[in-house]
């Protein structure tokens, strides 16, 4: 249940009245004078304990959409060797899309943020956020680079796409043009880096800038731009388990499968943590 809703809920039990409560004790206590002033409450416990030990049921995960790939292999390969029954049901956006949904209400157990910007935005919910690994930015171009760029000056005046401002991908685009000093100037600002890739993948666009893990993903679709000093620029992911979590168990155990051995070299393979490959 979200955070929100538990607060509404209380308040309105805070309203109801006693007499209930009380008369039921009075009525026990003369029927059973012998039994244990605790006995209810253990049974009520007990049931309680039983009841969220279950290992059966669903993990919603809220993660950047560069994690598209890497997320559901550490679902499978990792997490799920402890918890076999839960389903992870994932959802795949820009990291500022996400943050607003949570901000919105959305029943979310874990979010993952390819920035620190956008996990801040939900503080409320995730107050100790973890950095899990790193990105950084290629540029890609159509197979055979028919618009013949060759390097970061050349994409103006092309069809050159890039992430939006918001999305951390733009972000770090914007401080990378900061970095060689260029004004950048594309034909669209796309809501998530998979856009981004998709136009290039497909032709629509000449050139974009993208995770270098996206630019491994559409290898034999796209070719990479080699651009001295690219790596220098990039984001830190981070991931936390919300506070308004049902399942917090399990949301502790995806963020232990996440920055486990096992988790950090999925995340490698895919090229996440140092941004080359290596």
Request: glycine share 8%; hydrophobic share 35%.
């Amino acid at each position: 249940m979200n955070i929100r809703k538990i607060a509404l809920s209380c308040a309105l039990l805070l309203t109801l009245p006693l007499a209930g409560c009380s008369q039921s004790g009075k009525t026990e206590n003369t029927e059973k004078t012998d039994a244990p002033a605790t006995s209810t409450e253990s049974t009520s416990t007990s049931t309680s304990t039983a009841s969220e030990s279950t290992d059966s049921g669903e993990l919603t995960v809220f993660a950047a959409a560069s994690l598209n790939t890497a997320f559901p292999q550490i679902a499978q390969d990792v997490f799920a060797k402890k918890y076999p029954h839960v389903k992870v049901n994932f959802s795949f956006e820009g990291s500022s899309s996400l943050a607003e949904k949570i901000l919105a209400g959305a029943d979310v157990d874990v979010f993952a943020s390819a920035d620190e910007k956008n996990m801040s935005k939900v503080k409320e919910f995730a107050p100790t956020p973890v950095t899990f690994t790193k990105n950084t930015l290629r540029l890609i171009v159509p197979t055979g680079n028919p618009a013949k760029i060759t390097n970061l000056e050349s994409v103006n005046g092309t069809k050159f796409v890039v992430c939006a401002p918001q999305v951390p991908c733009g972000r770090v685009t914007g401080e990378l043009a900061k970095a060689k000093g260029i004004t950048f100037q594309p034909v669209s600002e796309e809501q998530s880096v998979t856009d981004v890739r998709t136009k290039v993948e497909s032709g629509e666009a000449d050139a974009g800038l993208v995770y270098y893990t996206d630019a491994l993903l559409a290898k034999g679709k796209v070719d990479i731009v080699d651009i001295p000093g690219m790596e220098d620029v990039g984001t830190s992911y981070q991931i936390a388990a919300l506070s308004g979590s049902t399942h917090s168990d399990w949301a502790a155990a995806f963020l232990e499968s996440v920055s486990s051995p096992e988790g950090q070299k999925i995340l490698a393979t895919y090229g996440f943590g140092t941004g080359n490959g290596k």
